[in-house]
């Protein structure tokens, strides 16, 4: 099961276990009982890999080779 972020309108925030099926129904608020609606939150991963801004491949030329062939759409097999 994901875990959900909610917000009641006094703005006490919380994190719950919640079925997929079941994230959009209001639940309790943990400290005033009112209720608390979904929100959207960021993700909690950094991203990392060819996508990222900061390479984390080790050798930055084989990082470049990597993004170059993503662009051109060239297959790139190094052997080491």
Known sequence: MPIYTY????????????????????????RC???????????HCPPDGVYSYAPNLGDPARFERQREAL??????????
């Not at 917000?7 to 943990?30: L, W």
């Not at 009982?33 to 993700?43: D, E, N, P, S």
């Not at 662009?71 to 080491?80: A, L, N, S």
């Open 7 to 30: 917000q009641c309108p006094k703005g006490h925030r919380q994190e719950r276990f919640r079925k997929i099926t079941a994230r959009r129904r209001p639940v309790p608020c943990n």
């Open 33 to 43: 009982t009112a209720k608390a609606q979904l929100v959207l939150t960021r993700t």
């Open 71 to 80: 662009r051109t759409g060239k297959k790139v097999i190094e052997r080491e």
